[in-house]
């Protein structure tokens, strides 16, 4: 028996297009389960009036999710239906992968037989198709399961002209063709090989036939669609987004494997078919110049994400022993395209025992250029220790050895352990001998263990005591390896959000992450991870405070821009001299918290 989820179905207007009275659930950013209970749901296809069709492949039905929210059985008997696709006329179009033919039904019901051999002899199973401007069809023809009574010499993809006539086999060297999608223009076909684990474009030629193969990238895919800014979506454990270019964008967890993808006609609301049911989603479509240098994913990046995208920024919820949201920020420093640096705020009096001014987060971010950054070192009024008051513009000692662009803003601190970025751009943890050959450097927090030093891992082993101490938290730490820098951030002092971690719950989620050393950095009110998207400030976490604390120096990433001369190539940090006086930025200037 199938289950409409009836809580999703809040109506908003919002959305539709016009001539399109239509409406989708109100799903927002996150995936809702719409309809259930279904075996194995396929080949969702947006119809003309905005309803969704898809295949229930076992049992053998199409049904209609429609946009208002009714489901229906379109179709019984359907021949192992798969793949659905509307033309331009309303015609449904179906891969029948049971019967091993392509069909059409029209508007009145009347089924037409497209393709159901190769030079006469049965294909395979037609599974997924793409119907280019002119009314030609491209379609996959692989076989899962039983191979006894194939054929064909092996599994193909083919073309059916706009005139009819014999098919066209377009593509010969796949080992299992199965998700394909087109540019809307018709230039540009994209297949997933799922048996080889790739997915490839091609260019379309006038006659139909292709030409210009190149890997888009390596995932096993299952169907696939484009949306309005050509972002590809793929199929695999879960929805991936990737832009033109074959970057990944963004992970879509499904709460079951998705087998397939489509947009209805508002081109906002993604419908997904996995497994037992059918989902939806209104994601973001992220335009060309949107796309950053920081690849987010929605949990831990797998061994491949890690050596493929240089920065990666993930979160994670846990809801025992107590609530908590941890945010995590990796870079990979074989990736030589990005450095870590530390950045300061303006120093008010020289050599004088002020070594720090307290600004907002997000102007240090903007005057330094920097991608993304996490708090680092503490810092106290040097006249009197008790005072925690802090604003914008007040003077302030920091904590620690502090070094920025190779000059040391603040001395090392008695048994305070240090991070470092040394000349070779090697991470190092703990008390550096020749300062002289550091680039950058921020000052642990003392932990109350180990010297007091901040140290919350050392070869691999947790420094520190259990505590039951839970605050907001930061910290930095890097692999056995030395090749992956690990930033933390836990949201605290929130309840039922996240409540904070205790300094040996800490050093165990940076353990957990891959860390072999790490350090604890300032934390409570000042722990922040915050990104500048095109000059425009996002925060990441969710900061205990209900504005974000002003602080004097924090630690991130910035992008190296290359200088090619005729004899040499420079690498150049994209920074502002670190003497400049703060830009006083416009009234107008648009800071946006995710707060």
């Known amino acids: 028996m199938y289950k409409i989820v009836k809580l999703l179905f809040i109506v908003a207007a919002a959305g539709t297009i016009a001539g399109y009275a239509g409406i989708y659930p109100d799903v927002s950013s996150e995936v809702k389960q719409i309809a259930t209970g279904f075996k194995f749901t396929e080949g969702p296809a947006v119809a003309p009036n905005g309803d969704i069709y898809f295949t229930d492949i076992p049992n053998n039905k199409i049904h209609v999710w429609s946009a208002k929210g009714h489901l229906s059985t379109y179709r019984e008997n359907t021949g192992g239906a798969n793949g659905l696709l509307f033309d331009s006329n309303g015609n449904l179009l179906i891969c029948e992968g049971g019967n091993r033919r392509l069909t059409l039904i029209n508007p009145k019901g009347k089924v037409t037989i497209l393709a159901d051999n190769f030079k006469g002899k049965k294909l395979n199973s037609p599974n997924d198709l793409w119907i280019d401007p002119k009314g030609g069809v491209y379609f996959t023809d692989p076989r899962y399961g039983k191979k006894d009574n194939l054929e064909q010499s092996g599994e193909y993809v083919y073309y059916l002209p706009p005139e009819g006539g014999p098919l066209k086999r377009v593509i010969n060297d796949m080992i299992r063709p199965n998700g394909i999608v087109g540019t809307p223009d018709g230039k540009t076909l994209y297949i997933a090989d799922h048996g080889d684990k790739k997915i490839w474009s091609y260019n379309v030629n006038d006659n139909g036939t292709l030409s210009n193969k190149k890997l888009f990238t390596t995932e096993a895919s299952d169907g696939m669609i484009l949306d309005s800014s050509g972002n590809l979506y793929l199929t695999t454990d879960a929805v991936l987004v990737y832009n033109p270019k074959g970057k990944l964008l963004r992970r879509i967890e499904v709460p079951e494997i998705p087998s397939n993808v489509c947009f209805g006609k508002d081109g906002r609301t ?154 070779a751009g090697i991470p190092n943890i703990g008390s550096p001998e020749n300062i002289e050959k550091i680039s950058s450097c921020v000052a642990g927090w003392n932990s109350g263990d180990y010297k007091k030093s901040g140290r919350l891992l050392k070869k691999g082993k947790i420094c520190i005591k259990q505590n039951n101490s839970r605050h907001p938290r930061t910290a930095i730490g890097f692999d056995k390896n030395k090749k992956i820098v690990t930033m933390v951030v836990v949201d605290g002092r929130q309840k039922g959000y996240s409540e904070g971690v205790s300094l040996y719950e800490l050093a165990e989620i940076m353990k957990s992450c891959g860390c072999f050393e790490a350090i604890n950095l300032d934390g409570g009110g000042s722990s922040i991870m915050i990104a500048n998207e095109n000059s425009s400030i996002k925060t990441i976490n969710k900061p205990s405070g209900k504005s974000h604390r002003p602080i004097p120096v924090m630690i991130g990433i910035r992008k190296v821009k290359k200088i090619k001369t005729r004899n040499m190539q420079i690498l150049i940090s994209k920074q502002l001299p670190g003497n400049l006086p703060n830009p006083k930025l416009p009234d107008n200037f648009n800071r946006t918290m995710d707060n």
């Open 270 to 423: 993604l419908f997904i078919t996995a497994r037992t049911s059918l989902y939806a989603i209104q994601p973001k479509i992220f335009q060309e110049e949107e796309v950053s240098d920081i690849v987010f994913l929605d949990k831990a990046p797998t061994d491949d994400e890690r050596k493929k995208y240089p920065i990666i920024c993930w979160s994670e919820t846990k809801k025992k022993p107590v609530p908590l949201k941890i945010y995590f920020l990796q870079l990979n420093l074989k990736n030589k395209d990005y450095e870590l640096v530390t950045i300061t705020s303006t120093d008010p009096d020289g050599k004088g025992p002020l070594e720090g001014t307290l600004e907002k987060p997000e102007d240090l971010m903007l005057r330094n250029n920097v991608l993304i950054a996490v708090n680092a070192s503490a810092f106290q009024n040097p006249t009197n220790k008790n005072d925690h008051i802090w604003f914008e513009g007040k003077h302030v000692d920091i904590r620690g050895l502090i070094v920025s662009n190779k000059k040391i803003v603040s001395p090392a601190g008695k048994f305070r352990s240090a991070f470092w970025i040394d000349e």
